[in-house]
């Protein structure tokens, strides 16, 4: 690393770590405890000299005034392992944008709340012009060579902001709540859902906590703006973007050397003195609806009416953390919170035992952790979670035996899979695992915990840092290994000088948007007399073989082609007519999976007008080149995805290709042709020119030394590209001149 250029991390996020308040006249400086905070002060340490930054730059929004701003001393600012650019907003605006579309919006629908999302057009305004605000802070700070790395749900516009005024920005994203399922995620406003998809296709990489999260964004991304995806790399038209899974962790050794302080002893020896020898349920979470509170309460409730004989041998001290006081519904929950205590409490107290203690505050670090290892069950059942980082602290904290229940709807369910996992909803199951958990032996509370604390301390918060910085440079290195050349005057001659020099030649052609342009209909799009006399020429040259690899049926190849010496291969690959010869199926004939797909291809028939189906020998494709541009995109995605549903379990492939969506049995594919074709020969020039999806299975076979030619936008692995199906014929017609001269 010490001979590459110092570089800066840029982090972006919605609030900066740190609030100013004023102690003894003077202005002090409270560091917020986050996980992301966490991983940089980790990582630079860790690493010592070998990181890959010279210094950090975090931009966030101020809960403080400028004015308080300005009296923080230079000492100060200076202990920060990071250096603080704070944004000072309109407080109408800010509210609207986090307290509105935030939080009233996304909040409960990436949560799976959509009964309490609010659609308001205005608060949409206000997170665009606060996201606008963060992007041109970026912009006005950032410098060549920059890592951009922008965090969670309120910025997810910022990343294509920033990439529209620079192109070339390194810029990641992680988002710290769920993503949600499409079926969920489609509920946004139309022009809402879009701009947040295109918003985070600015990103280089994204993050997510799970797997399920990225595949429900892959998911996602295809129907929304129809870009498919090759193992989580998503091909945009002009390069492509990865989605990926972080799981963020936790500073493992600060809460596992915790159990040892003194002050920390000094409150566990306390809490054990004041419950005797009563087991302890704990749990702690922040005032929000997504974290099951209640239904918490409930399944306990059900344990204390199932299991009497716990009753007075056990209490659950719960800790509720203020959040979000100015929002209606979390006013309403601390209520809703209070009077189920207050009534459980009622219901079972006796004069000596109290089931639940309830406390509304923060802990210290040090009851925290004191109240982590004390307790025999960790009861952490969120009714939907990102992550959920209390499980990890509990695990990490324990210095002997412990349960951990967890909700098998938190993020965290993927790593500890050694909790008892509960279905947060089910009272009857939390009052069984709870139940479970007070009688498991000894032995194996030891076994769980300790395989869970090996699991987290393998990746820590500094770990999830590096692994997501390395893995964003990964994708800027892969993208630019994958950017495709225009194919310029100089590189057409070079072209050609190696055809005219070479002993054996290849062209591979694609037909369909390549010799010719498309049409409403198929039938339509027939070869004109130029395109006959050029292919023609070209194939009548010595040691010069030329292939027409189409989609297209063979009956229609061989009326147009048949009197040519060329090697025609219809439907992709799925049969082949060499000069001369007969055609030669290279598929099995079984034909009866067609009559599961015509129905549902009916159906998007009937509800596309201008659509059709076209049915050849092998294969079955839905055309919608002539349907209203908006809904043939909306139906496609639709039919994509019935299609993945139906055929989960069968061997077809679905290729979803220029406004066609197609069938066909699996090993039909213009690479597996060629490379059958290149087989015992001996080519020492191959020009390959195709322009859609079907194309790069043949640029992929091909070795470096072949020249592959890309038509059109669109992301490929073919080394030139050329932007109008137009340039084909002149570029085929320099073949012939350069022979003949």
Known sequence: MSNEKPRRLVVVSNRLPFQLQRKNGKVEMRQSDGGLVSALKSYFENEADDHKFSSVLWIGSAEFSEKRWT????????????????????????????????????????????????????????????????????????????????????????????????????????????????????????????????????????????????????????????????????????????????????????????????????????????????????????????????????????????????????????VVVPSRQIISKYNERKKMIEEEIGRINGKYSTLQWQPVIYRYSNLSFQELTAMYDVADIGLITPLRDGMNLVAKEYVASKSDKGVLILSELAGAANELGEAILVNPFDRDELAESIFRGLNLDDDTQRLSIQSMQARLQNYTTSDWLSDFIQQLDDVKQEQRSQQTNLLKESSRKEILYHFKHANRRLFLLDYDGTLVPFAKHPSLATPNPTVISTLNAIASFPNTDVMIISGRDRGSLEKWFGNLPVTLVSEHGAAVRHIGGKWVDYVAADQSWKDNVRPTLEIFHQRSPGSFIEEKRHTMAWHYRNVDPELGFIRSRELVDSLHHMLRNVSLQIIDGNKVIEIRIPGINKGEITKNILQGKDFDFILAIGDDKTDEDMFRILDHSAYTLKIGPGHTIAKFHINEQRDVLPLLHRFCNSVEN
């Not at 392992?81 to 986090?98: A, S, T």
């Not at 809460?255 to 302080?261: I, N, P, Y």
Request: proline letters at 5%.
């Open 71 to 318: 009296s923080i001393s230079k000492r100060q600012l200076e202990s920060l392992p990071y250096q603080p650019n704070p944004i000072f907003f309109d407080k109408k605006l800010y509210n609207k944008f986090y307290n509105g579309f935030c939080n009233a919006t996304l909040w409960p629908l990436f949560h799976y709340f959509p009964s309490f999302v609010e659609f308001d057009n205005d608060t949409f305004k206000a997170y665009e012009e606060v996201n606008r605000i963060f992007a041109d802070a970026v912009c006005n700070c950032i410098q060549e060579g920059d890592v951009v790395w922008i965090h969670d749900y309120q910025l997810m516009l910022v990343p294509s902001m920033i990439r529209q005024k620079y192109q070339h920005a390194i810029i990641g994203f992680f988002l710290h709540i769920p993503f949600p399922s499409f079926e969920i995620f489609r509920l946004l406003n139309r022009p809402w859902k879009e701009k947040i998809i295109e918003g985070l296709l600015g990103a280089d990489l994204i993050g997510f906590h799970t797997h399920e999260y990225v595949q429900h964004f892959l998911k996602t991304v295809r129907m929304i703006k129809g870009f498919d995806h090759h193992f989580r790399t998503i091909l945009l038209p002009d390069t492509t973007v990865k989605a990926e899974m972080f799981p963020l962790g936790i500073d493992f050794n600060k809460f596992a050397s915790a159990s040892k302080r003194d002050d920390v002893i000094e409150i566990k020896n306390a809490i054990a003195e004041n419950f005797s020898s009563k087991k302890i349920i704990f749990s702690v979470d922040r005032l929000d609806y997504t974290k099951g509170v209640n239904h918490r309460l409930k399944g306990f409730e059900t344990f204390l009416e199932r299991y009497p004989d716990w009753r007075e041998k056990v209490v659950f001290v719960l």
